[in-house]
């Protein structure tokens, strides 16, 4: 009867033990979560494109030529229109 109650002491102190660890895991993941949520991913890296009036090929706005209000791929697209 005696082992019964310290087999009973045992399994109480590990169940205990699991939950408080599952508790502290749980914390640790609530704290990592936001932060790898949070880093919000520039979106100012993202180049506006245009379209190239004579190709229709997309490029960055810093790269396209601009002839009045067209943007072009290049001089010679835009020497073409
Ligand atoms: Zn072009």
């Known amino acids: 009867?005696?082992?019964l109650l310290w087999l009973m002491l045992v399994v109480l102190v590990i169940l205990a033990l699991k939950?408080?660890?599952r508790s502290t895991l749980d914390q640790a993941q609530t704290r990592q979560v936001p932060p790898e949520q949070a880093p919000s991913r520039p979106a100012a890296k993202a180049e506006?494109?245009?379209c190239c009036a004579h190709c229709q090929v997309y490029l960055p706005a810093s790269e396209a030529i601009y002839a009045g209000e067209q943007a072009y791929c290049s001089q010679a697209h835009a020497d073409h229109a």
Request: glycine share 0%.
């Open 48 to 50: 506006t494109m245009v």
């Open 19 to 21: 939950k408080k660890a």
């Open 1 to 3: 009867m005696n082992v």
